[in-house]
């Protein structure tokens, strides 16, 4: 029988489930991704914000190196494998309804493909009622 | 003509475009939707990850407390509308595709539906060979 995700809501801390189990049960979007935040492990700055398939997740689980899915390549995409910057993984967390994971890591070199340390650099500013969204990290060619 | 987020990559710190501009930038999926990842202020704690379309990113924007999109209930959800625990928002971040959103918010009461502190008490045990999942919160009933 497969495992119901909604009944682990009521078990108590310790209680343990297959992760075989568990991939069978996530609610993956009609591409077959969830999505997957990356947080520094050291931090708890958010890095990024990517996708997995089933196999992805394995990989990311059995080699302890992020291994995503990337929707623009239509391919596997282990994090860091041309730019050197890889993310060894340090926890691996799902979400009340298995359809988020979340990453602790360790960041080698830059989260962000523009070099920066992490993705989210684009931020409101609230203050204002200017409704204005502000560059906050040069990009690293002017650092 | 309309803003290219790419051109964003090389900005230097600083720079401004309008959340107007960025709104319509932004690749909403088949559903109009964007994942948004929930990020407590104070700790750190990342508390869980929920969808936005435009409308609901412009009411959070406005109301100052988190709005979303409930795909479950295909109707727009006030975070804490019925259970009291509003997220009051500190910051909005967007990625550098700006396909994700990153809130950093002051949680009122429970994040997850569950009454657990957040969503992601599921956690896989990397130190053993036996790729279990761990239950690591008690429900709120046997607290």
């Known amino acids: 029988m497969s ?3 909604g009944q682990l809501e009521q078990a108590k801390a310790g209680t343990t489930v297959a992760l075989a189990d568990l991939l069978q049960a996530i609610p993956f979007n009609d591409q ?10 050291t931090t708890q700055q958010v890095l990024m914000l990517a996708w997995m398939d089933s196999t992805a997740i394995q990989r990311t689980v059995d080699e302890g190196y992020a291994c995503y899915y990337s929707r623009s390549r239509a391919s596997y995409w282990r994090k860091g494998e041309t730019s050197g910057h890889v993310q060894r993984v340090r926890k ?4 009340c309804d298995a359809d988020a994971l979340l990453l602790q890591v360790d960041q080698t070199g830059a989260a962000c493909h523009t070099n920066r340390d992490h993705c989210f650099y684009l931020e409101l500013d609230l203050e204002s009622d200017a409704c204005t969204v502000r560059v906050t990290q040069d990009p690293p060619q002017t650092k």
Chains 1, 2 share one sequence.
Request: hydrophobic share 60%.
């Open 92 to 95: 691996i967390q799902f979400d």
């Open 32 to 41: 077959g991704l969830v999505p997957v935040i990356a947080q520094d492990a």
């Open 3 to 5: 495992l119901d995700i």
